[in-house]
């Protein structure tokens, strides 16, 4: 993990500021774009979101079956192994 040396309140609602430095070199874009949460201990991890297969990290074709993110090419490995 690598410092920053930036150091941010938090609101009274609980909100930061990620600064645009940060964000510009995450290539984070506002609303387009989103941050999964994460727990280490006394950490708060903060990773940038993307969405792909639980089984194949894939970002191409995502569905979502029980609140999982399988991509197409899973899917249909999964159906040829049932029948």
């Known amino acids: 993990m690598k410092a920053t040396g930036i150091v941010r309140k938090i609101d009274d609602v609980g909100r930061i500021v990620l600064p645009m430095e940060l964000r510009k070199v995450m290539n984070l874009r506002g609303s387009e774009d989103a941050l999964e949460i994460f727990t280490d201990g006394d950490k708060i991890i903060l ?15 995502i569905r979502e079956f029980k609140g999982s993110k399988v991509c197409a090419a899973c899917i249909k490995k999964l159906t040829d192994l049932s029948e």
Do not use: A, E, T
């Open 47 to 61: 990773q940038k979101y993307n969405p792909s297969c639980i089984f194949c990290n894939s970002l191409d074709d």
